[in-house]
DNA sequence: TGTTGTGAAGTATTTCACAGCC
DNA sequence: GGCTGTGAAATACTTCACAACA
């Protein structure tokens, strides 16, 4: 077990769950196929993806909705919440910082940082943005297990590496650089301008074929 | 030319792309070995990936670099610039519209419509939040290709549809379903939740593997 | 009976390795 | 001599198909 998993299988994992979300009531069972037809995947695929993780389904029945989804927030890590810190509190900073979804899932945003002036002070929520000054200081005081990198590249890694320094678990990158850290040190890439680039491609080549 | 190209090498080529940006000044020239090391990749990797769209190095020399960056927008499709109407003004729509790397990439956010009439009317920068009861009438007019749906998961589908009955070309979606359009019109999913619980999930295989 | 869990078969993607060319 | 372009080999991922079993 714990073998190494693809990436497309964790994002699988992530839809089965987001599919039973809207599942009525509870005590149900549910089928792979049926958990195929909402994701976008093949009722053998589901099974595999599950099979990583142990046999939790039952022969002639399906799965338990229940149990299912308590598995599957175990398997991604959301059995829990995660303490995150906010870097960056700019636009994109702000948006994720209002996100629903996220306090939602168990992220609980402790702390925010921005390396500029007029920012640091302001209040947003229950929080104030903080000088980048007492970085690592903070981080180990509210045990930040997560941070979440919403700055410039110029100032990802050097953030990245303090973040590293100050015991974080994980880093959320949106700034469009590859993060040079240790691997025991998971980094999630999110890169809008790739996002839309691979949007532009997909259309020129609908048009390329057509 | 032109099979199907894998998701994986269209986000590689875009990475070459960035990596080229910040290359000493012009004429110079690149091999896939150093290409590689900016990337996150091999060299064989980077040649396979290039090979898809015809030869365009110079053996024993290695690929000029303004020519490189200029076949790779082309091949992206953002040798030109885009026509872009952003659904949902509300905090991600505006971190997306105020993105400096989108208008320096040939993004042009032409429109921005919002349901909620406290918002209609609202001025960002040039443009001015408008009614969804004159969607398809705007998009056609101000000949819109490409939308940004950043709307709850609730009215995403509706809009989606509406924006391809309108004549456009693409779809980028943040909301966190799956959208049901013609297969002509690519739909580029963007799912921030989804990236958290992939981070929180290798947090975990860390753990459990240490 | 109906549906899971899983080896085996089939595809897709990546890496190797080297002929071909600058 | 050095580096690309590319078939062939290796690896990774998905689908098939069926034994196991509630």
């Given at each position: 077990m714990t073998r190494k998993i693809p990436q497309s299988t964790v994002r699988r994992l992530s839809h089965y769950l987001r599919s039973l979300e809207g599942f009525e009531g509870s005590g149900g069972t549910i089928s792979s196929e049926?958990?195929?037809a909402r994701g976008q995947t093949t009722a053998a695929q589901v099974r595999k993806d599950l099979s990583h993780f142990g046999?939790?389904?039952?022969?002639g029945l399906g799965y338990q909705v229940d149990e299912l989804r308590a598995r599957l927030r175990q398997?991604?890590?959301i059995d829990r919440s995660w303490r995150v810190g906010l870097?960056?509190?700019?636009?994109?900073?702000?948006?994720?910082?209002?996100y629903p979804a996220?306090?939602?899932?168990?992220y609980d945003c402790v702390a925010i940082?921005?390396?500029d002036p007029a920012k640091i002070g302001e209040a947003w929520g229950e929080q104030t943005v903080r000088s980048p000054d007492v970085f690592e200081e903070v981080l180990r005081e509210l045990d930040v297990e997560l941070v979440i990198l919403a700055i410039p590249a110029s100032a990802a890694q050097?953030?990245?590496?303090?973040?590293?320094?100050?015991?974080?678990?994980?880093i959320l990158n949106f700034a469009p650089i590859r993060l040079n850290v240790?691997?025991?040190v998971p980094v999630q890439d999110v890169n809008l301008v790739m996002e839309l680039e691979a949007l532009s491609f997909a259309i020129s080549q609908a048009e390329r074929n057509a």
């Open positions: 049926e958990l195929a046999s939790f389904g039952k022969r398997i991604l890590g870097v960056g509190a700019g636009r994109i900073g702000l948006a994720l910082f209002d996220f306090q939602a899932r168990g940082f921005d390396a050097e953030m990245a590496e303090r973040a590293v320094e100050a015991g974080v678990k994980g240790p691997p025991k």
